[in-house]
C-alpha cells in the first residue's frame, strides 16, 4: 500500500505542507505576507488535530489563533504602515547564531520525541472515553477551580491590549 493511502499518509502531507510554509514564514521580508504564511500554517496544524481526532480542538485553532491573532496581526500591520519603520538587514554573525539556535532546538526537539512513547501505545484506560459538547461547554462557562471562563477573558483582554497598541502606534506623529 503506497503511503498517501496508508492510515498515517495524511498525517505526514499536513506535517510537511505546515512545515513549508512556517519555513515560508521566517523567511519573507515582508509581514503581511509572513501572517498569510502564519495563517496557513495554523489551518495546517488544525488539519492535523483533526486527523488525531480532536476536533474539538481543531476548532478552538481555527476560531483563536487564525481567527483572533492573526487578523489582529494584520489589523495591527495595516494601521500601522509606516515609513519610519525601516527594513534591517541581518549580518552574517546573526545569521549564524540563528542557524546554529534552530539547529540546537531542533536537536532538542527530535531528542524529545525520539524519547516520548508513541501514541498508539498508550493504554485505553488513559484515553478520555466520552467527551460531548455539553460537557465542554459547561467546563468553558464555569467559574469554578475546574472552569476556563478567566483564561478567556484574559485572552479577551490580551486581544483588546493589542488592537488599542495597533491604533495607538498608527496614531503617533513621526516627527
Known amino acids: 500500500m503506497s503511503l498517501w493511502l496508508s492510515e498515517n499518509g495524511l498525517f505526514y502531507f499536513l506535517t510537511l505542507v505546515?512545515?513549508?510554509?512556517?519555513?515560508?514564514?521566517?523567511?519573507?521580508?515582508?509581514?503581511?505576507?509572513?501572517?498569510?504564511?502564519?495563517?496557513?500554517?495554523?489551518?495546517?496544524v488544525a488539519g492535523i488535530y483533526l486527523r488525531l481526532g480532536l476536533e474539538f480542538l481543531a476548532g478552538i485553532q481555527v476560531l483563536v489563533y487564525v481567527g483572533g491573532i492573526v487578523v489582529v496581526l494584520?489589523?495591527?500591520?495595516?494601521?500601522?504602515?509606516?515609513?519610519?519603520?525601516?527594513?534591517?538587514?541581518?549580518?552574517?554573525?546573526?545569521?549564524?547564531?540563528?542557524?546554529?539556535?534552530?539547529?540546537?532546538?531542533?536537536?532538542?526537539?527530535?531528542?524529545?520525541?525520539?524519547?516520548?512513547?508513541?501514541?498508539?501505545?498508550?493504554?485505553?484506560?488513559?484515553?478520555?472515553?466520552?467527551?460531548?459538547?455539553?460537557?465542554?461547554?459547561?467546563?468553558?462557562l464555569d467559574f469554578g477551580a475546574s472552569g476556563y471562563v478567566l483564561p478567556f477573558e484574559l485572552v479577551s483582554l490580551l486581544l483588546l491590549a493589542v488592537l488599542i497598541g495597533g491604533v495607538v502606534i498608527a496614531r503617533k506623529d513621526v516627527g
Open 18 to 44: 505546515s512545515t513549508f510554509f512556517a519555513v515560508l514564514c521566517v523567511n519573507t521580508r515582508l509581514i503581511l505576507r509572513a501572517a498569510v504564511y502564519l495563517m496557513a500554517v495554523l489551518f495546517f
Open 74 to 140: 494584520v489589523f495591527a500591520v495595516m494601521l500601522t504602515h509606516s515609513h519610519a519603520v525601516k527594513e534591517e538587514k541581518p549580518d552574517i554573525t546573526r545569521k549564524i547564531i540563528g542557524l546554529l539556535t534552530a539547529g540546537l532546538f531542533f536537536l532538542g526537539s527530535w531528542w524529545a520525541i525520539a524519547q516520548t512513547p508513541a501514541l498508539t501505545s498508550v493504554s485505553a484506560e488513559l484515553m478520555p472515553l466520552t467527551t460531548d459538547i455539553k460537557t465542554i461547554g459547561r467546563a468553558l
